[in-house]
């Protein structure tokens, strides 16, 4: 099971990636014109990539699970377990809204006019930046959680505390439409930065658990039953 989870998280990363393709030609919030050239120069990509993200989330969903319950017997009462599965459901689902007002703007780029399409395709953006601050809870949680009762590789949790950090900046994405601070192309507020940050972590944790699947979600339990039957009479057993 634990080398499914982590062959899971390689396989969202695959999935994920080539959303970067969009978010790197997509332009800024202020222009309808540039928004509707971008439809109709990338609307092949766009549906190809709304299909693969559509996809990856049950890789994804799978991967949250066992890292979540991986987290849990670390911490079995405390709130830490509770708030990383809030804000990885906060996230993910509001991404997907994101992703499904985007594919909504693809399919409707040729029919409604230039100013509705660019509210429909601001919207796909801009409803994603609050989520942003749920992406730093995720991360901040994994963190604190291990410095406190270790769930996972130290150096994983340092990178998760950039994973907090770099989530922080596309919160600006509701200040602005144009610029480095707009939630569509910028380099602080749009969505480049905080979706590398959780694909980057997520294949880092899932190449760790496949080189050492000692440590990988779940093996922990069975190591404990393996040793108490070595012991004891196991229910069961003879």
């Not at 978010?23 to 693969?52: C, K, M, N, T, W």
């Not at 980057?200 to 760790?208: E, F, P, T």
Request: proline letters at 6%; charged letters at 10%; a positive charge.
């Amino acid at each position: 099971m634990s080398r499914w989870a982590a062959a899971s998280g390689v396989v969202f990363f695959l999935l994920w990636a080539p959303m970067g393709l969009v978010v790197l030609q997509a332009p800024d919030l202020g222009s309808s014109a540039e928004i509707r050239g971008f439809y109709a120069s990338h609307g092949g990509l766009v549906e190809v990539v709304a299909l693969l993200v559509g996809v990856g989330f049950l890789f994804l969903l799978y991967f949250l699970g066992a890292l979540l319950d991986e987290l849990r017997r670390a911490e079995p009462s405390g709130p830490l377990t509770w708030l990383a599965l809030a804000s990885s459901l906060v996230f993910v689902t509001s991404l997907n809204i994101a992703v499904g007002l985007v594919a909504t703007a693809r399919l409707l780029s040729g029919t409604i006019s230039p100013d509705a399409l660019r509210g429909v395709h601001a919207a796909a953006f801009v409803i994603a930046a609050p989520a942003a601050a749920a992406g730093t809870g995720f991360f901040a949680a994994i963190a604190a959680l291990t410095f406190r009762a270790p769930a996972i590789p130290n150096w994983l949790a340092w990178a998760a505390v950039i994973g907090a950090v770099a989530n922080l900046g596309a919160l600006a994405g509701v200040i602005s439409v144009t610029g480095p601070l707009n939630a569509g192309n910028g380099i602080v507020g749009g969505p480049l930065v905080p979706v590398s940050a959780w694909l980057a972590w997520i294949l880092l944790a899932s190449l760790h658990w496949l080189r050492s699947p000692r440590d990988a979600p779940g093996r922990g339990r069975r190591r404990a039953r393996s040793r108490g039957c070595a012991h004891f009479q196991c229910p069961g057993r003879g």
